[in-house]
C-alpha cells in the first residue's frame, strides 16, 4: 500500500515553470514505477510521464523537451518538472505508483495562463 501526496500546483503564465512533488509514503519507495497523468476539463486523463523503478523514462509527445520527470528514493519523492509551460498544459496532475497495483495521487491543479 502506498500513500501519495502532490503539492506544487498553481497558477502560471504561459512560458513560466512549476515544479510539482508528489511525497509517498507507506512502502518501499524506490521499487515502484512511477509516473505523471492530467486531465483537463472535459477530456480524458493522459499520460504525461512514466519513470521505471530503473530509471527507463516515457514521455507523451506533447510534452517531450518542456516536462521532466525524476525520483529522490531517498526521499521517497517524485517531482515534475515543467518549462515553457502552455495554456494546453492547463489540467489537474495526478501522480501514480505502480507494481502489481497502481495508486493515485489525490491530484493538484495547475493553470496557464495566456
Known amino acids: 500500500q502506498v500513500q501519495l501526496v502532490e503539492s506544487g500546483g498553481g497558477l502560471v503564465q504561459a512560458g513560466g515553470s512549476l515544479r510539482l512533488s508528489c511525497a509517498g509514503s507507506g512502502s518501499t519507495f524506490s521499487i515502484y514505477s512511477i509516473g505523471w497523468y492530467r486531465q483537463a476539463p472535459g477530456k480524458q486523463r493522459e499520460r504525461v510521464a512514466t519513470?521505471?523503478?530503473?530509471?527507463?523514462?516515457n514521455y507523451a509527445d506533447s510534452v517531450k523537451g518542456r516536462l521532466t520527470i525524476s525520483r529522490d528514493n531517498a526521499k521517497n519523492t517524485q517531482y515534475l518538472q515543467m518549462n515553457s509551460m502552455q495554456p494546453e498544459d492547463t489540467a489537474v496532475y495526478y501522480c501514480?505508483?505502480?507494481?502489481?497495483?497502481?495508486?493515485w495521487g489525490q491530484g493538484t491543479q495547475v493553470t496557464v495562463s495566456s
Open positions: 519513470m521505471t523503478s530503473g530509471g527507463s523514462i
Open positions: 501514480t505508483a505502480s507494481r502489481v497495483n497502481t495508486y
